[in-house]
């Protein structure tokens, strides 16, 4: 395949992960999208559906092969897909992304930001939080 139709996948990928069009990413995926790689801005498809607690679309991502720890680095749109979920208090997005892996006591920003626990109870999202502790999380 060759590049420039790759960007179009990837872009496309991650617009349809951030609008949850579940049918749309099935499509994509198909198509040839990599659901790890980041658009031209350097979101990925996987934050991009944490974000939102796009728990369906994360789980596909995951399985087509998403890395569960992999920072997006887009414009507003940086740090680790558990970071991003637990932020916003996403709880099963973040079973999700626990079941397949993600680290969690894993800090964003290359290691010196926020764990996804602290990004939790600054929430506050006390079920997160109990989740990620449950999972190691500290």
Same mark, same amino acid.
């Given at each position: 395949?060759?590049?420039?139709?790759?960007?179009?996948?990837?872009?496309?990928?991650?617009?349809?992960?951030?609008? =949850? /069009? $579940?049918?749309?990413? /099935?499509?994509?995926?198909?198509?040839?999208?990599?659901?790890?790689? +980041?658009?031209?801005?350097? #979101? #990925?498809?996987?934050?991009? +559906?944490? !974000?939102?607690?796009?728990? $369906?679309?994360?789980?596909?991502?995951?399985? *087509? &092969?998403? @890395?569960?720890?992999?920072?997006?680095?887009?414009? &507003? *749109?940086? $740090?680790? @897909?558990?970071?991003?979920?637990?932020?916003?208090?996403?709880?099963?997005?973040?079973?999700?992304?626990?079941?397949?892996?993600?680290?969690?006591?894993?800090?964003? =920003?290359?290691?010196?930001?926020?764990?996804?626990?602290?990004? +939790?109870?600054? &929430?506050?999202?006390?079920? #997160? !939080?109990?989740?990620?502790?449950?999972? $190691?999380?500290?």
């Amino acid at each position: 395949m060759n590049r420039r139709r790759q960007k179009k996948l990837t872009r496309s990928l991650v617009a349809a992960a951030t609008f =949850d /069009e $579940g049918r749309r990413v /099935e499509r994509l995926l198909r198509a040839g999208a990599d659901p790890a790689a +980041a658009d031209a801005d350097g #979101t #990925t498809p996987l934050y991009a +559906a944490c !974000v939102q607690g796009a728990v $369906g679309i994360a789980r596909r991502l995951l399985a *087509a &092969g998403a @890395p569960p720890d992999a920072e997006s680095a887009g414009p &507003g *749109a940086d $740090g680790t @897909p558990l970071c991003a979920a637990a932020c916003w208090g996403h709880t099963e997005t973040v079973r999700a992304l626990l079941a397949h892996g993600a680290d969690p006591g894993l800090r964003e =920003d290359h290691g010196a930001g926020w764990t996804p626990l602290r990004w +939790a109870e600054a &929430g506050p999202h006390p079920q #997160t !939080v109990a989740v990620l502790r449950a999972a $190691g999380a500290r």
